[in-house]
């Protein structure tokens, strides 16, 4: 692979040098001609023009020049060398020449002038710029101008957010009117949607998109982190930042289904992951919200659809060749400050007092570790500092050419990401490499056929223990002893008892290898029929293969200085391997039929697809291996095991479209899907989703047209849908699960193995049906500086596939029934504005701000259950926090106290757990006594205290330029959500192996006793009462984050940097997840608001970035 990656950069190299000599310059041997037929000779051998007056002295010169590739300046000063004749060089490559008298004679002047619309109103704050120089100003309230000082022959640059630049040139009429037209793209901006492209003006449905800028000028590690925040409506929360895992939760309106709530992500039209492509391959990405857009996609749409366009493979224009490169330091966003060795014997002395129990350890222990006397049993180890590096590398280098002819046009790329972890050791880094070729050749006027070819190498390492948070490095760093060292004075790796030694872990103990290869092959032609009448065939394919290897290898520890054995982190070693084989087809064919008749327009649209799937797994290991050297099977001697299995589905659709567009005014459209899914029986395998959308454009009313000066448009739309999901656990839940016995049977005197059936089936199983309305509006003011979207819509689905409890005499597990109900209600609010102050500063501002409320309405003919702290319960949110309300901590008031034995009881009026009566003290959490009969008791007091699914979901985007300087900020932030961090991340003592952090000093003491402390009493290794699930432990998620500060410069194109034909040079500095303000547990990122603590860390990341393009 690294020879391929050599051979790619001198491609890249070769066709760039290419590209430049292109560009050639003038080459010619001009010998004793007159200077008019050498300019003539100049003209035919480059693509230079001139213009003289036939009169101008000096034309019938003979002159001699001889260039090889020079440019037009050397050149010139060869042919004028001796004349009394100048040159300057203008727009286009046109040339004038001019007596040197003409030149000097040249007189200043000043310019004054009106610049109007279409409709002949004034234009305030117009840029009026004299093109090549910085002199210029704006227009005032009257749209008035006035330029001084500027030559005869100066050409004026107008522009205005809104309206089309324009180019004037200085005559001899003054004043003079300037009239610009309408920015077309403005109004003619295409929006991506299902199986085509839609003018945004005309969108009747709910869609959102962003372009390739807004991927492109971030240095982005996958495509999900860079759309988080992009898109109101669309809910992006990163889990982790391990290298290579872009495990992030992506959610559409919300949960809208007690199944799998991911969206449908298609790239070009086909199912892909959008994880492991290159960001720098993007063209645009459009969300289909609602279900007018998306219903187009049926029974796959019901949790949004998410489109992505790569690129395009443009037919003439010239090469280019661009090269986009960063370098990243990242750092951790939070993390636990553990307490040092001293701090933790004192905090343990305390825990072990108040439960009565012996504290293990003397002052001598203490001042051993003050005086460091022991390092090998009493030492002083920070294992969050020492596992984690301060910073950890990333860079990404992207490359790309794209150029073509009237017929033909190509667009190459090649990615590289690289990425190392933040913890120590070998185990945490990844690298991704992403190749893609696209063409597009027009073989006559009717016909097109483009391809796209796409490969991408995954290969991520990480340590044999870094899989889950609850046994991974950072999880064993929490569970460390402070008196534990790395390493004994011996050089051997320290040991405490309590867990494994994770640096340890880190260089030794092994290594989890995750290599995916995939290759995407995507082939469509398009015909032309008629005029208004188009078909389009596509085929696709995707093959990925993955290839997963883990070994554990076994540390042995000993005693400082001896060969005594103390322990062993695993008693034998092992080698596993996972091959997986992934193949999907996708065949698709549609017809496009648009007819305008008068001031109606229709467009037609009906297709077809198919899709396939086949996955096989093949698992296999050994123990024993005789080196850790080998990373093969046969290394492994002992207890060879393994497994397989395969599995395919298939889905079949047709589907259709119908647009009607009156005037540009009033806009319907009409979509229909059937489809027939693999995964249901035969008898009910098909399903119908229709959806209707309307709009109405105000601004086209004639009792509008008092508005127009200030209102260019005002739109209102509604809709309303049905869709489909088809989402389980299972491929074939209408059949039964029939799986080999763990228990043999003796038949004729043998032993047969045996079948049982382990999963009941249903044929009569069909789709989640989801029914969604929706309400929009969309506004344009100031010649449209100002815009605003906003939407309100109702998502109900029912039919939700569940396993609803059954009669345990059944024997085998529930089967699937279409059962639950939930509901999804919100609303989305999109503001930007765009504006310029004068000639050289642009500025906008971007807000947008969503909310959606979840509840479950139904969960079938099953109960309720409330016996977990997360609950899935009828007029809930979906897996709401279910426990006790906690009312602070119990003081000295709520017990009496007796003197002679120093002891506290419970007052007969305080409500307590009955089971913990006799050990409640002041200092533990108190609970509120929620159905008032004096006991706190699991099915009367424990209630609804919170969710985790984000609320209130905002962003604000700044961003500005000033000549060739560009600076962006972007915050993100999420109003109200709430988070639980348990176990070891949180509790300390409530385990032997739970180290206490500086959070935990906050706590409830004797001398201290505040009953609003964050921290209860300590209590070593006695979970009563404290760790009850409630309230107390509740943590206030939200946040406001620095999502992204950027700061740029393009350097001007001029002098050097012009003769190298570089189009654009921009070098930046950018910041991601720079500062989090939040009131959360200290020691852990709010945007993961659930977990025990022993999570990869989420990172902030600091880079330097270039982009360079050549043309």
Same mark, same amino acid.
């Given at each position: ?8 950069r ?10 430049l ?5 003038? !080459? #010619?041997?001009?010998? &004793?001609?007159p +200077?008019? @037929?050498?300019? =003539?000779?100049i003209?035919?051998?480059? $693509?230079?023009? %001139?213009f ?11 002159? !001699? #020049?001889?260039?090889? &590739?020079?440019? +037009?300046? @050397?050149t010139? =000063? ?5 004349? $009394?004749?100048? %040159? ?6 046109v ?10 004679a ?5 310019v004054?002038? =009106? ?8 234009i ?7 093109k090549?120089?910085s ?5 005032d309230?009257?749209?008035n101008?006035?330029?001084n ?7 004026l ?23 610009l ?6 109004m ?6 299902g199986?085509?492209v ?7 449905g ?12 971030r240095?982005i590690?996958?495509v999900?982190?860079g ?13 982790t930042?391990r ?14 289904t007690l199944n ?25 990405v ?34 280019t ?10 750092k ?12 933790y ?6 825990a072990?007092?108040?439960?009565n ?11 051993a ?14 294992w969050?500092k ?12 992207n490359?790309?050419?794209?150029g073509g ?7 190459l790329s ?19 490499n ?6 597009n050749t027009e073989?006559f ?32 760093a929490?569970?460390?002893?402070p008196?534990?060292?790395?390493k004994f ?11 494994a ?7 030794d103990?092994?290594f ?9 092959l995507?082939?469509?032609a ?5 005029d ?17 290897k ?15 054995p103390l ?23 549609q ?18 697809s198919q899709?396939?799937?086949l ?11 005789v080196?850790n ?5 046969n290394?492994g ?8 299995y395969?599995n ?9 479209r119908?647009n009607?567009n009156?005037?540009?005014?009033y806009l319907?459209e009409?979509?229909?899907r ?15 989703f ?5 709009a109405?454009?105000?601004?086209e009313?004639?009792?509008m047209?008092s ?15 049905t ?5 389980t ?15 043999n049977?003796?038949?004729g ?5 045996s079948?049982?059936q ?11 049906s ?8 969309d ?15 109702i998502?109900?689905?029912d ?9 345990d ?9 279409n ?11 999109a ?11 642009t ?21 309720d ?6 609950i ?12 006790y ?7 000295v008031?709520?017990?009496d ?7 506290y009881t ?18 533990d959490?108190?609970y509120?006594d ?14 609804y ?26 915050l ?10 348990g176990g070891?991340?949180?509790h ?6 739970n180290?206490?952090q ?14 609003h402390?964050s921290?209860?009493r ?9 760790d ?29 940097i012009?003769k190298?034909?570089?189009e ?20 852990y990122?709010?945007?993961?608001p659930?977990?025990s603590?022993?999570?990869?860390p989420?990172?902030?990341?600091y ?9």
């Amino acid at each position: 692979m690294k020879s391929n990656h050599f051979k790619m950069r001198w491609l890249c190299l070769l066709f760039a040098l290419f590209t430049l000599n292109i560009q050639a310059q003038i !080459t #010619v041997d001009i010998k &004793n001609k007159p +200077l008019k @037929e050498a300019i =003539k000779t100049i003209e035919r051998s480059s $693509n230079y023009s %001139f213009f003289y007056n036939v009169e101008l002295e000096g034309l019938d010169k003979l002159v !001699t #020049v001889k260039t090889d &590739n020079a440019s +037009l300046e @050397e050149t010139m =000063k060869q042919l004028l060398k001796g004349t $009394n004749i100048t %040159f300057q060089r203008k727009v286009d490559n046109v040339v004038v020449l001019l007596s040197k008298q003409q030149q000097a004679a040249k007189r200043s002047r000043s310019v004054s002038g =009106k610049v109007v619309d279409e409709k002949g109103e004034a234009i305030i704050g117009a840029s009026i710029i004299v093109k090549g120089s910085s002199i210029g100003t704006s227009t005032d309230v009257d749209g008035n101008f006035t330029i001084n000082n500027i030559s005869d022959n100066a050409l004026l640059v107008v522009s205005s957010i809104g309206y089309k630049k324009t180019e004037v040139p200085v005559t001899n009429e003054n004043p003079i009117e300037i009239r610009l037209n309408e920015d077309s793209n403005l109004m003619d901006e295409v929006v991506v949607v299902g199986y085509g492209v839609q003018k945004k003006i005309n969108l009747t449905g709910s869609v959102v998109s962003v372009d390739h800028d807004v991927l492109a000028n971030r240095p982005i590690a996958n495509v999900t982190t860079g759309l988080q925040g992009m898109l109101p409506g669309v809910s992006i929360v990163n889990t982790t930042s391990r290298p290579g895992d872009n495990n992030s939760s992506i959610r559409v309106r919300g949960i809208g289904t007690l199944n799998n709530s991911d969206p449908l992500i298609l790239i070009d039209g086909v199912e892909g992951d959008m994880n492991t492509l290159n960001p720098d391959d993007i063209e645009s990405v459009s969300v289909l919200k609602d279900a007018a857009s998306s219903s187009i996609y049926g029974s796959r749409a019901a949790n949004g659809v998410i489109l992505i366009t790569t690129r395009k493979a443009d037919r003439e224009v010239k090469p280019t060749v661009t090269y986009t490169g960063y370098f990243a330091m990242q750092k951790p966003t939070a993390l636990p400050e553990m307490l040092d060795a001293v701090e933790y014997l004192t905090l343990l002395k305390e825990a072990t007092s108040n439960v009565n129990k012996s504290w293990g350890y003397t002052q001598e222990d203490i001042d051993a570790v003050i005086n460091g006397t022991d390092p090998n049993f009493r030492a002083n180890t920070n294992w969050i500092k020492e596992i984690t590096r301060d910073y950890a590398p990333q860079h990404g280098h992207n490359v790309n050419i794209n150029g073509g002819n009237k017929n033909m046009g190509y667009y190459l790329s090649y990615g590289n990401l690289t990425t190392s972890g933040l913890m120590v050791g070998n185990g945490y880094h990844a690298t991704r490499n992403n190749v893609r070729m696209k063409l597009n050749t027009e073989l006559f006027d009717r016909l097109t056929i483009e391809g796209n070819v796409s490969y991408t190498d995954v290969d991520n390492w990480t340590p044999a223990s870094s899989d889950s948070e609850n046994s991974g490095l950072f999880y064993q760093a929490l569970r460390s002893s402070p008196l534990t060292p790395v390493k004994f004075t011996d050089g051997q790796w320290g040991y405490g008892g309590s867990s494994a030694n994770p640096i340890a872990q880190a260089y030794d103990g092994g290594f989890i290898n995750y290599h995916k290869r995939e290759t995407s092959l995507n082939f469509s032609a398009g015909l032309r029929i008629i005029d208004g009448l188009t078909a389009k065939v596509q085929y696709a394919t995707r093959l990925v293969d993955v290839l997963r290897k883990q070994q554990q290898n076994i540390i042995q520890h000993f005693y400082p200085d001896t060969e005594t054995p103390l322990a062993y982190t695993s008693n034998t070693s092992k080698f596993s391997q996972r091959d997986i084989a992934q193949r999907y087809q996708n065949v698709m064919a549609q017809v496009d039929y648009d007819k305008t008749i008068g001031k109606h327009s229709f467009h037609i649209l009906a297709g077809f697809s198919q899709e396939w799937q086949l996955y096989q797994q093949m698992d296999a290991s050994r123990q024993d291996l005789v080196s850790n050297d080998l990373h093969v099977l046969n290394a492994g001697t002992d207890l060879q095991t393994n497994s397989g299995y395969d599995n395919h589905w298939a889905i079949r659709s047709g589907f259709g479209r119908v647009n009607y567009n009156f005037n540009d005014r009033y806009l319907v459209e009409a979509n229909l899907r059937y489809d027939l899914s693999s995964r249901f029986h035969k008898d009910h395998r098909g399903g119908y989703f229709p959806s209707a959308s309307v709009a109405w454009r105000l601004t086209e009313e004639s009792f509008m047209e008092s508005t127009r000066s200030w209102l260019d448009n005002l739109k209102i739309r509604a809709s309303y849908g049905t869709l489909g999901n088809q989402y389980t656990s299972s491929l074939y839940p209408y059949m039964a699960l029939i799986q080999p016995s763990t228990s043999n049977m003796p038949i004729g005197g043998e032993i047969t193995s045996s079948m049982q059936q382990s999963e009941a089936s249903n044929n009569i199983l069909s789709w989640e049906s989801i029914k969604m309305t929706n309400i929009g509006l969309d506004v344009n003011l100031l010649n449209n500086r100002l815009s605003l979207t906003a939407d309100y819509f109702i998502k109900n689905t029912d039919d939700i596939l569940l396993k609803v409890k059954l009669p345990d005499v059944l024997g085998v597990s529930e089967p699937y029934q279409n059962a639950g109900k939930v509901q999804n209600k919100g609303w989305e609010i999109a503001l930007a504005w765009q504006d310029k102050i004068g000639k050289d500063f642009t500025y906008g501002v971007n807000v947008t701000f969503s909310d959606v409320k979840n509840k479950v309405v139904s969960v079938g003919n099953t109960a309720d259950d409330f016996s977990g702290d997360r609950i899935r319960a009828v007029g809930y949110p979906i897996d709401a926090f279910w426990g006790y309300k906690s009312d602070g901590l119990y003081t000295v008031d709520d017990f009496d106290y007796d003197i002679a034995t120093n002891t506290y009881t419970p007052k007969a009026t305080t409500p307590i757990i009955e089971e913990y009566r006799t050990k409640v003290q002041p200092g533990d959490i108190k609970y509120v006594d929620i159905d008032g009969d004096g006991k706190i008791t699991p099915t009367e007091d424990r209630c609804y205290i919170g969710s985790a699914i984000p609320r209130y979901n905002y962003t604000i985007g700044l961003n500005a330029a000033w000549r060739g300087i560009d600076f962006s900020l972007f915050l993100q932030g999420v109003g109200k959500c709430d988070g639980y961090i348990g176990g070891m991340g949180r509790h300390a003592f409530t385990e032997l192996a739970n180290y206490p952090q500086k959070a935990h000093l906050d706590r409830w003491t004797w001398e201290n006793q505040n009953p609003h402390a964050s921290y209860p009493r300590f209590t070593y290794d006695e979970t009563y009462n404290r760790d009850e699930f409630s309230s107390f432990w509740l943590e206030d998620a939200s946040y406001l984050r620095v999502k992204n500060l950027q700061v740029g410069y393009t350097v001007p194109r001029k002098g050097i940097i012009s003769k190298m034909h570089i189009e654009n040079l921009r070098i930046y500095f950018s910041g991601e997840n720079l500062w989090t303000f939040t009131d959360f547990f200290s020691s852990y990122d709010p945007e993961i608001p659930v977990s025990s603590g022993g999570y990869y860390p989420i990172t902030a990341s600091y880079s330097l970035g270039l982009s360079i393009t050549f043309k």
